[in-house]
């Protein structure tokens, strides 16, 4: 089976760039209600990353004790470290590697052969996949 199947294309995707500001970055999660997004370079559309919820409030909020949403918008997300980014796949990939990846993240980047970001494959489509499928399974004939 092709992985594009499960694609939810970059034009339905919230993602950041990496010279985003901390406030942007927090409002763009807010606004979408995600715990995680996918950073990209800006220069050339390549996936960067993952930045977390937990990536920002253990590697950056906590260094600013007094941080206010306007001192948010001088901070740049790029400086903050990051726990693990989640891995990216090929647009190419096969089922076995997507689904090593999805076990361990909330979603999977895909890249085309420049690297370039083409949108991401979640856990929850593969787990609506499998679960028609063996919904089909059980039906008596």
């Known amino acids: 089976m092709n992985i594009l199947f499960f694609l939810k294309p970059k034009s ?5 760039y990496d010279y985003s500001t901390l406030r942007q970055v927090l409002e ?4 979408h ?20 919820e937990g990536d920002i409030l253990w590697g950056g909020i906590k260094k600013y004790t007094n941080l206010n ?9 790029q400086d ?7 891995e990216a796949v090929s647009a190419d990939a096969d089922m076995e590697d997507l689904l090593q990846k999805a ?11 420049q690297k370039k970001f ?11 996949y499998c679960y028609e499928k063996i919904k089909k399974l059980d039906e008596p004939y």
């Open 12 to 16: 339905e995707v919230a993602f950041i």
């Open 28 to 31: 763009t999660m807010e606004f």
């Open 33 to 52: 209600k995600y715990a995680s997004i996918p950073m990209l370079n800006k220069a050339g559309g390549e996936y960067v990353g993952t930045m977390t």
């Open 69 to 77: 949403l306007k001192e948010a918008e001088t901070i740049f997300i």
């Open 80 to 86: 903050f470290p990051r726990k693990a980014d989640y």
């Open 103 to 113: 076990m361990n993240q909330n979603f999977v980047p895909v890249v085309d052969d």
């Open 118 to 128: 083409i949108g991401i494959i979640t856990r929850k489509s593969i787990i609506e």
